[in-house]
């Protein structure tokens, strides 16, 4: 699986957007693009996920480059319980491999201060 | 409806003893996995189950860990003769499809004395 590079800490402002940043630089055509954070003491929480087009849904919005090799997770009005480690991931979506297993780096820790 | 349980939420035990970790995934999930945390750690895959058999067991550390799901619903992690470094928090997650969304329980912390 392609490996992912994420800063390790990050600050937003309450009610202010929050971008998050990835780098997939190796990222195979096959593969898509997943968010999972984890609050503090909590299992992971799937967030969203995507291949080549932009993403929206009730939690986020993902934005992937035209050529697939960065992308940005944004939290449009971030409040204190975002405040989380956030993983960009890197999945292999082919049946033929028959594992859906998550590759897990180190993450973003996100803090959202008031 | 309920999500994923793991039981016990805490577990301590000794050097050397044996423990077995239980995973209650949402019903109807066919696939689960066990990842196992360490602190200031990312999530690492163990072991995947699709149905009652183990498709992929890759991140099993050694042979002292074996996880079974014997009628594709509950699943059990054993671990043998337990070491301090086996201590961390032990993450079950299951989902409808291999490729599915993967729902986590809140984890089993671990600690060997």
């Known amino acids: 699986d392609a490996k992912t590079t994420q800063p390790t800490s990050m600050d937003c402002a309450e009610g202010r957007a929050a971008n998050l940043p990835c780098n997939h630089s190796?990222?195979?055509?096959?593969?898509?693009v997943y968010w999972y954070r984890q609050i503090h003491s909590q299992g992971p929480q799937y967030i969203i996920h995507g291949l080549k087009n932009n993403e929206t849904n009730e939690m986020a919005s993902l934005i992937i480059t035209e050529d697939r090799k960065s992308s940005t997770l944004i939290l449009p009005h971030a409040t204190l319980r975002d405040t989380a480690v956030y993983y960009c991931i890197v999945r292999v979506w082919k049946s033929s491999s028959n594992t859906g297993k998550l590759i897990f780096g180190q993450g973003t820790t996100l803090q959202v201060k008031p | 409806g309920a999500g994923v349980s793991q039981t016990p939420s805490n577990k301590v035990t000794e050097k050397g003893k044996y423990v077995e970790l239980r995973c209650d995934p949402i019903s109807g999930h066919t696939a689960l996995y066990w990842y196992r945390q360490s602190l200031g750690q990312g999530p690492e895959f163990l072991i995947y189950?699709?149905?009652?058999?183990?498709?992929?067991d890759s991140g099993l550390p050694n042979d002292r860990f074996f996880a079974v799901r014997p009628e594709g619903s509950v699943s059990t992690l054993k671990i043998q003769r337990t070491e301090r470094g086996d201590s961390a928090v032990y993450l079950c997650?299951?989902?409808?499809?291999?490729?599915?969304?993967?729902?986590f329980g809140p984890g089993t912390r671990l600690t060997v004395l």
């Open positions: 189950f699709q149905g009652t058999g183990a498709a992929d």
């Open positions: 997650a299951s989902s409808l499809t291999f490729l599915g969304e993967q729902f």
């Open positions: 190796t990222i195979s055509g096959n593969e898509y």
